[in-house]
């Protein structure tokens, strides 16, 4: 049965509570979770032990007793005191947005690489609470007689978990410089790359079955495709290109994550051209464009040119059409990838951009 959850929004000051909550939902929705109440809670700041005060707590404890809940998810990111004390008090497990996150990615890695990543950041996230966990309980029990044995298992976890981690490193090494190799045989060959980036749900995927003609997976889930899939794409004799589909972005990407998912977004930096696909329906567009620079920014990948490719123009009564700068250059096309509305125009762009940068290079 699909566990129970109750969520936790913590309102700091106004700003987008509503979109923030929308979107644990649908997380926790997309992490196989049947959401039982979605709760904000005021506050000025955080508390170090508990996250939100004590009464709250009760309260809490209260409804997930009444409820039979499995799991409280927090939409922040708890330290692991606050994650521990949590539980014991809740009676159930906690987890935090970055927990969250997690637990869809390893349940959507499917390649080799995407898999590895993924032990990887949450071996480094488990073992900051092993040592958090032990702390507490050893202070708790007043360590006579409990100590011992219980240092010697916390040693012996830390040793597994460190030599795993050491030995999973070693392995995405290897399989990352064989990807660099590709990527540099790529380059020799002078094929035109573009990737496609943006926010989780957008419709990446949607436009990249479109455009490629493919039929990778598209959900209305968050972080439906975690892998990297390329594809080589012909607009016309003699023009063609290879086009990637890559991981959703989201908001406030703890710094582990974002590393763990450089080497699949190393198609990201490479690329000639970035097609940022943005949900023109979305309330919160503005922002979400803002986010997904602030990834591009941290992968190091702000200097590749970009068209924004507004999508699901279908739901908001706009036309296919494109925009250019003052200075001439492509600044957005509208699409909808679903309805098929403006594919042509996004084709042709891409098709006279392909030809204007081999004319360069000739
Ligand atoms: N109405 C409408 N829905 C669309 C359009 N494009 C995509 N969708 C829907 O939006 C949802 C998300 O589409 P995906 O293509 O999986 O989005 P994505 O950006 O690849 O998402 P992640 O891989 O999760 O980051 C799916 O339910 C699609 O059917 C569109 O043009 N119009
Ligand atoms: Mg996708």
């Known amino acids: 049965m699909a566990p129970r959850a109750v969520l936790v929004t913590v309102e700091f000051d106004s700003t987008c509570t509503d979109e923030h909550q929308r979107e644990l939902v649908l997380l926790c929705q997309s992490a196989g979770a049947v959401v039982h109440q979605s709760l904000v809670v005021k506050r000025k700041q955080a508390v170090a032990s508990l996250f939100i005060g004590t009464g709250k707590v009760d309260e809490l404890a209260q409804l997930c007793q009444l409820h039979q809940i499995d799991l409280v998810v927090f939409n922040h990111d708890l330290t692991p005191v606050q994650q521990r004390n949590l539980e014991q008090k809740l009676n ?26 993924i032990e990887l950041v949450q071996l480094e996230y488990l073992k900051s609470r092993l040592v958090h966990r032990h702390e507490g309980l050893s202070g708790q029990q007043g360590g006579i007689g409990m100590r011992g044995p219980g240092e010697t298992q916390l ?32 380059r020799r060959s002078g094929v035109f790359t573009v990737a496609m980036v943006g ?12 455009l490629s003609n493919s039929k990778v997976y598209a959900a209305d889930q968050l972080f439906a495709t975690l892998d990297t899939t390329s594809r080589k794409v012909f607009l016309e004799p003699g023009v063609e290109f290879v086009l990637s589909d890559t ?11 974002i590393e763990a998912f450089k080497a699949t977004l190393d198609s990201v930096i490479d690329a000639d051209l970035l097609l940022h696909v943005v949900d023109a329906s ?38 296919p059409q494109v925009k250019f700068l003052d200075d001439g250059q492509v600044s957005s096309v509208s699409v909808s990838a679903k ?17 204007a940068r081999r004319n360069i290079t000739r």
Not at 94 to 117: C, M, P, Y
Not at 178 to 185: A, V, W
Not at 247 to 257: A, E
């Open 92 to 117: 159930c497990r906690v987890l935090d947005r970055t927990g969250l996150i997690l637990d869809i990615f390893a349940l959507r890695a499917q390649s080799f690489e995407g898999k590895l990543q």
């Open 155 to 186: 040693e012996t976890d830390r040793r597994l978990i460190a030599n795993r981690i050491i030995q999973l490193k070693a392995r995405l090494q290897k399989v990352h410089s064989q990807r660099l190799s590709q990527t540099k045989q790529r």
């Open 199 to 210: 926010y989780t749900n957008a419709g990446k995927s949607t436009l990249f079955n479109v």
């Open 247 to 257: 991981v959703g972005f989201i908001r406030d990407l703890s710094h582990g994550l």
């Open 282 to 319: 979305s309330e919160y567009r503005q922002q979400q464009i803002q986010q997904v620079n602030t990834v591009i920014h941290e992968l190091g990948a702000s200097h590749v040119s970009q068209i924004i490719v507004f999508n699901k123009i279908d739901l908001v009564d706009l036309q």
């Open 339 to 355: 309805a098929g509305l403006g594919v042509i125009l996004l084709r042709n762009l891409l098709a006279q951009q392909i030809v």
